[in-house]
């Protein structure tokens, strides 16, 4: 069955229906890994977007039972140059297309994926709409001026209730965004005693929880969007250890009095180079997001930049210059993506210990510069 995919400055691009036969609006971005597309489908923080995938065979080694970032994918639609048929991996239990089937999302294949992201990247991310090829441009066009990307992309992928993942080690208060569960992952496997609580949990419901550390979580949309978590985190920051991920990253900058700012295109891919500071060496890094943090804005703040993206020099990291709280933008956890920064998780453990112990002593030795 043919189907359109229409974006926002009249382009039409027409391919082959994968997945559900919805029709879809939501804002175009393109992720450049060649992996890990059952990751990224399932990444909460792709919440409505209609995502390309750069890489053009997708779907070869199917879908399996272990590598969701969460059960209920939220993704708007996905876009390919080729979707596999015939799978070929010892895990898979499915198809791509069947997967997306489903779970009710909607897909095109066998478009120019190159030049789709071009214009993304030439012109900015843009709205974009997955439809029959029965319904006019001029009318879908319409239909896409008329429809707002939606403000409450937290509230619709956060969980509604907290829950606990008991363990015998530090006890995390874990704040879902839109949480990859990569991140719980990562805890769990260090015996971590995690409770995960909603995205509009109040600082005082947190700290009723006796936490040794607050691990906020990535998560869809712009992080403004969600006034009642920055409250939280502010209140928290002189408190207890906190460290953020992606949007939790963006919103200590917020709560500290920073600001952030849109891209253009955004950073989604697998292998993006971070240097870090600290340390003096460059990781490479797994990467979603369209906002970040805006370096001018940090001047009147306690926050220092702490990493730097090597591709476009924006703020990658950030360090609080007196109390136990950083923050990155991209994603330690790794799914999908390379591990070079998985060790973020100890040095947050190893930060809970000091402060534990009283023995906390702020460690901004930044031994490197921008480049
Ligand atoms: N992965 C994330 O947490 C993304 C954060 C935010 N929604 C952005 O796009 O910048």
Not at 165 to 186: C, N, S, T, W, Y
Request: proline share 5%; aromatic share 8%.
């Amino acid at each position: 069955m043919k189907r359109k995919l229409v974006l926002e400055d009249g382009t039409v691009f027409i391919g082959e229906a994968i997945g559900s036969e919805k029709a879809v609006i939501g804002e175009a971005v393109f992720n450049t890994g060649m992996t890990g597309y059952q990751e990224i489908i399932s990444d909460p923080s792709y919440c409505g977007q209609i995502v390309t995938l750069t890489y053009p065979l997708v779907g070869n080694y199917g879908v399996n039972l272990d590598d969701f970032e969460t059960i209920n994918p939220s993704i708007g639609g996905l876009v390919v140059k080729e979707s596999c048929d015939y799978p070929s991996n010892f895990r898979s239990v499915e198809s791509l297309d069947n997967y997306l089937k489903n779970k009710d999302i909607p897909g095109i294949q066998g478009i120019d994926t190159r030049k789709l992201t071009r214009i993304i990247r030439q012109q900015g991310t843009m709205k974009a709409m997955i439809a029959s090829i029965e319904t006019t441009t001029e009318e879908l066009l319409k239909k896409m001026k008329m429809t707002p990307i939606p403000q409450d992309q937290v509230s619709q992928v956060s969980t509604i209730k907290p829950y606990v993942v008991p363990g015998r080690g530090a006890r995390i208060v874990l704040i879902d965004f839109g949480m990859k569960h990569g991140i719980l992952r990562e805890f769990t496997k260090r015996s971590c005693h995690v409770t995960v609580v909603p995205y509009n949990t109040t600082a005082e419901e947190i700290l009723q929880l006796k936490p040794d550390g607050v691990m906020l979580s990535n998560g869809p949309g712009d992080p403004k969007d969600v006034p009642e978590a920055i409250e939280a985190i502010r209140e928290l920051i002189s408190v207890v250890p906190i460290f953020g991920i992606c949007l939790g990253h963006q919103l200590i900058a917020l709560a500290s009095g920073g600001d952030t700012l849109k891209m253009s295109f955004g950073h989604r891919g697998s292998n993006h180079p971070v240097k870090d500071l600290e340390t003096d060496r460059v990781w490479m890094t797994s990467q979603n997001h369209g906002y970040a943090v805006s370096e001018e804005s940090l001047t009147n703040t306690d926050l220092v930049v702490s990493q730097y993206a090597l591709n476009d020099g924006s703020v990658e990291g950030l360090k609080h210059e007196f109390h136990p709280v950083f923050s990155v933008q991209y994603h330690p956890e790794s799914a999908p993506g390379p591990q070079d920064s998985n060790s973020l998780f100890d040095r947050f453990l190893t930060m809970i210990d000091a402060h534990k112990r009283g023995e906390y002593t702020c460690q901004n030795v930044l031994t490197s510069t921008k480049f």
